[in-house]
Protein backbone atom coordinates (compact mmCIF):
# COMPACT_ATOMS: atom_id res chain seq x y z
CA UNK A 1 0.00 0.00 0.00
CA UNK A 2 1.57 3.63 -1.08
CA UNK A 3 2.18 5.66 2.44
CA UNK A 4 3.18 9.04 2.16
CA UNK A 5 3.64 10.35 5.73
CA UNK A 6 4.01 14.16 6.02
CA UNK A 7 5.98 16.03 9.06
CA UNK A 8 7.72 18.78 10.25
CA UNK A 9 4.81 21.36 9.74
CA UNK A 10 3.81 24.10 12.76
CA UNK A 11 4.11 27.79 13.86
CA UNK A 12 6.55 30.27 12.44
CA UNK A 13 7.20 33.64 12.66
CA UNK A 14 7.10 35.78 9.11
CA UNK A 15 10.51 35.68 8.16
CA UNK A 16 11.48 32.10 9.57
CA UNK A 17 12.14 28.68 8.31
CA UNK A 18 10.73 25.29 8.20
CA UNK A 19 11.77 21.84 6.33
CA UNK A 20 9.13 19.61 5.37
CA UNK A 21 9.59 15.97 5.37
CA UNK A 22 7.57 13.14 3.36
CA UNK A 23 8.24 9.54 4.70
CA UNK A 24 7.48 7.10 1.48
CA UNK A 25 6.98 3.78 1.98
CA UNK A 26 4.54 1.02 0.06
CA UNK A 27 6.42 1.78 -3.06
CA UNK A 28 10.03 2.04 -4.87
CA UNK A 29 10.42 5.48 -4.36
CA UNK A 30 13.52 5.95 -6.37
CA UNK A 31 11.09 5.54 -9.22
CA UNK A 32 8.94 8.26 -9.23
CA UNK A 33 8.47 11.95 -9.52
CA UNK A 34 6.88 13.83 -6.06
CA UNK A 35 5.73 17.03 -5.53
CA UNK A 36 4.36 19.21 -3.08
CA UNK A 37 1.11 20.62 -3.37
CA UNK A 38 -0.61 23.46 -0.52
CA UNK A 39 -4.01 24.50 0.14
CA UNK A 40 -4.75 27.74 2.27
CA UNK A 41 -7.40 27.66 5.33
CA UNK A 42 -10.92 27.57 3.12
CA UNK A 43 -9.11 27.73 0.12
CA UNK A 44 -8.27 25.58 -2.91
CA UNK A 45 -5.34 23.67 -3.86
CA UNK A 46 -1.78 25.26 -5.17
CA UNK A 47 0.92 23.18 -6.62
CA UNK A 48 4.10 24.10 -5.12
CA UNK A 49 6.98 22.17 -6.55
CA UNK A 50 8.27 18.92 -8.49
CA UNK A 51 11.52 17.01 -8.09
CA UNK A 52 12.03 14.14 -10.86
CA UNK A 53 12.86 10.59 -9.93
CA UNK A 54 16.64 10.80 -9.38
CA UNK A 55 16.11 14.89 -8.54
CA UNK A 56 17.80 16.41 -11.36
CA UNK A 57 15.12 18.33 -12.98
CA UNK A 58 13.26 20.61 -10.48
CA UNK A 59 10.07 22.77 -10.76
CA UNK A 60 8.61 25.66 -8.42
CA UNK A 61 5.47 27.35 -8.66
CA UNK A 62 6.34 31.63 -9.03
CA UNK A 63 4.98 32.18 -5.96
CA UNK A 64 7.81 30.51 -4.13
CA UNK A 65 10.70 30.01 -6.17
CA UNK A 66 13.86 31.63 -4.65
CA UNK A 67 12.24 30.88 -1.36
CA UNK A 68 11.65 27.42 -1.28
CA UNK A 69 14.16 24.25 -1.97
CA UNK A 70 12.62 20.78 -2.91
CA UNK A 71 14.99 17.90 -2.53
CA UNK A 72 14.73 14.40 -1.77
CA UNK A 73 16.89 11.16 -0.45
CA UNK A 74 15.96 7.77 -2.09
CA UNK A 75 18.17 6.12 0.31
CA UNK A 76 15.97 7.06 2.84
CA UNK A 77 12.91 7.49 1.08
CA UNK A 78 12.60 10.71 1.78
CA UNK A 79 10.89 14.04 0.13
CA UNK A 80 12.15 17.58 1.56
CA UNK A 81 10.75 20.80 1.53
CA UNK A 82 12.75 23.66 2.89
CA UNK A 83 10.85 26.97 3.14
CA UNK A 84 12.87 29.83 4.00
CA UNK A 85 11.43 33.78 4.32
CA UNK A 86 7.98 32.45 5.28
CA UNK A 87 5.32 34.70 4.66
CA UNK A 88 1.68 35.22 5.49
CA UNK A 89 0.47 33.55 2.47
CA UNK A 90 2.38 30.79 3.08
CA UNK A 91 0.11 29.51 5.96
CA UNK A 92 -1.20 26.12 4.68
CA UNK A 93 -1.68 22.36 4.58
CA UNK A 94 1.35 21.13 2.60
CA UNK A 95 0.48 17.66 1.07
CA UNK A 96 3.30 15.23 -0.21
CA UNK A 97 2.05 13.66 -3.27
CA UNK A 98 3.76 11.27 -5.49
CA UNK A 99 3.90 11.66 -9.29
CA UNK A 100 3.50 9.17 -12.31
CA UNK A 101 4.97 11.42 -14.67
CA UNK A 102 5.56 15.49 -14.19
CA UNK A 103 2.18 15.41 -15.54
CA UNK A 104 0.02 13.54 -13.53
CA UNK A 105 -0.21 12.90 -9.61
CA UNK A 106 -1.60 9.76 -8.45
CA UNK A 107 -0.98 9.36 -4.49
CA UNK A 108 -1.53 11.81 -1.83
CA UNK A 109 -0.18 12.32 2.24
CA UNK A 110 -2.13 13.47 4.96
CA UNK A 111 -0.39 16.92 4.95
CA UNK A 112 1.22 19.02 7.28
CA UNK A 113 -0.32 21.82 8.67
CA UNK A 114 2.33 25.09 8.15
CA UNK A 115 0.91 28.44 10.49
CA UNK A 116 3.00 31.44 9.82
CA UNK A 117 2.00 34.36 12.26
CA UNK A 118 3.91 36.60 14.55
CA UNK B 1 -1.58 34.58 -16.26
CA UNK B 2 -3.27 31.81 -16.81
CA UNK B 3 -6.68 30.93 -14.96
CA UNK B 4 -8.35 27.69 -14.64
CA UNK B 5 -12.12 27.37 -14.38
CA UNK B 6 -14.72 25.66 -12.71
CA UNK B 7 -17.86 26.03 -11.50
CA UNK B 8 -18.02 27.26 -7.96
CA UNK B 9 -20.86 24.78 -6.87
CA UNK B 10 -23.09 21.91 -8.56
CA UNK B 11 -26.19 20.07 -7.10
CA UNK B 12 -27.23 16.64 -8.63
CA UNK B 13 -29.76 14.46 -7.70
CA UNK B 14 -29.22 11.12 -6.17
CA UNK B 15 -28.81 8.79 -9.11
CA UNK B 16 -28.41 11.58 -11.32
CA UNK B 17 -26.04 12.05 -13.54
CA UNK B 18 -23.63 15.40 -13.54
CA UNK B 19 -20.41 16.94 -15.51
CA UNK B 20 -18.50 19.46 -14.12
CA UNK B 21 -16.11 21.26 -16.43
CA UNK B 22 -12.89 22.87 -16.31
CA UNK B 23 -11.71 25.76 -18.78
CA UNK B 24 -9.25 28.41 -19.01
CA UNK B 25 -9.47 32.02 -18.59
CA UNK B 26 -8.14 32.28 -22.74
CA UNK B 27 -8.24 29.56 -24.98
CA UNK B 28 -9.27 25.95 -25.11
CA UNK B 29 -8.37 23.33 -23.19
CA UNK B 30 -7.07 19.78 -24.99
CA UNK B 31 -5.35 16.65 -24.19
CA UNK B 32 -2.55 18.39 -24.35
CA UNK B 33 -2.89 19.76 -21.30
CA UNK B 34 -3.36 16.51 -19.74
CA UNK B 35 -6.39 16.95 -16.95
CA UNK B 36 -6.68 15.44 -13.98
CA UNK B 37 -9.01 15.41 -11.59
CA UNK B 38 -9.13 14.88 -7.80
CA UNK B 39 -11.95 14.55 -5.29
CA UNK B 40 -11.28 15.96 -1.45
CA UNK B 41 -14.20 15.79 1.20
CA UNK B 42 -13.21 18.21 3.87
CA UNK B 43 -10.62 17.39 6.42
CA UNK B 44 -9.35 15.12 4.02
CA UNK B 45 -6.34 14.93 1.36
CA UNK B 46 -7.27 14.93 -2.15
CA UNK B 47 -7.89 11.81 -3.80
CA UNK B 48 -7.29 11.26 -7.78
CA UNK B 49 -9.88 10.35 -10.13
CA UNK B 50 -8.78 10.74 -13.45
CA UNK B 51 -5.43 12.01 -15.24
CA UNK B 52 -4.50 12.60 -18.40
CA UNK B 53 -7.70 13.16 -19.83
CA UNK B 54 -9.49 9.99 -19.12
CA UNK B 55 -7.67 7.26 -17.54
CA UNK B 56 -9.50 6.30 -14.03
CA UNK B 57 -7.00 6.23 -11.00
CA UNK B 58 -6.38 2.94 -9.10
CA UNK B 59 -9.80 1.87 -7.69
CA UNK B 60 -11.58 4.64 -9.23
CA UNK B 61 -15.18 3.16 -9.98
CA UNK B 62 -16.35 3.43 -13.31
CA UNK B 63 -19.11 5.90 -12.47
CA UNK B 64 -16.28 8.58 -12.68
CA UNK B 65 -14.96 9.72 -16.85
CA UNK B 66 -13.19 12.35 -17.82
CA UNK B 67 -13.11 13.95 -21.53
CA UNK B 68 -13.09 17.10 -23.33
CA UNK B 69 -16.04 18.85 -23.96
CA UNK B 70 -15.82 21.33 -26.51
CA UNK B 71 -13.17 23.61 -25.51
CA UNK B 72 -13.06 22.04 -22.32
CA UNK B 73 -12.34 19.25 -19.89
CA UNK B 74 -15.08 17.67 -18.09
CA UNK B 75 -15.66 15.11 -14.91
CA UNK B 76 -18.77 13.00 -15.43
CA UNK B 77 -20.18 11.74 -13.06
CA UNK B 78 -23.19 9.01 -13.23
CA UNK B 79 -25.53 7.19 -10.60
CA UNK B 80 -24.17 10.13 -8.45
CA UNK B 81 -24.64 8.68 -4.32
CA UNK B 82 -24.36 10.34 -1.38
CA UNK B 83 -20.00 10.04 -0.96
CA UNK B 84 -19.80 11.91 -3.71
CA UNK B 85 -20.57 14.97 -2.34
CA UNK B 86 -17.33 16.92 -1.96
CA UNK B 87 -15.19 19.70 -3.44
CA UNK B 88 -13.62 18.66 -6.81
CA UNK B 89 -10.52 20.00 -8.07
CA UNK B 90 -9.29 19.86 -11.54
CA UNK B 91 -5.50 20.67 -12.69
CA UNK B 92 -4.13 21.35 -16.05
CA UNK B 93 -0.35 21.37 -16.95
CA UNK B 94 1.05 24.31 -18.51
CA UNK B 95 4.18 22.85 -19.30
CA UNK B 96 7.99 23.02 -17.64
CA UNK B 97 6.49 21.19 -14.69
CA UNK B 98 3.76 23.92 -13.97
CA UNK B 99 0.56 22.90 -13.24
CA UNK B 100 -2.42 25.03 -12.00
CA UNK B 101 -5.54 24.01 -10.00
CA UNK B 102 -8.49 25.42 -10.90
CA UNK B 103 -10.59 27.15 -8.01
CA UNK B 104 -12.83 23.88 -7.41
CA UNK B 105 -16.53 23.00 -7.71
CA UNK B 106 -18.00 22.25 -4.63
CA UNK B 107 -20.51 19.30 -5.26
CA UNK B 108 -23.69 18.62 -3.54
CA UNK B 109 -25.95 15.67 -3.31
CA UNK B 110 -29.63 16.40 -2.95
Known amino acids: EVQLVESGGGLVQPGGSLRLSCAAS????????MNWVRQAPGKGLEWVSYISSSGSTIYYADSVKGRFTISRDNAKNSLYLQMNSLRAEDMAVYYC???????????WGQGTLVTVSS | QTVVTQEPSFSVSPGGTVTLTCGLSSGSVSSSYYPSWYQQTPGQAPRTLIYSTNIRSSGVPDRFSGSILGNKAALTITGAQADDESDYYC??????????FGGGTKLTVL
Open chain 1, 26 to 33: GFTFSSYE
Open chain 1, 97 to 107: ARGLAATIIDY
Open chain 2, 91 to 100: VLYMGSGQKV
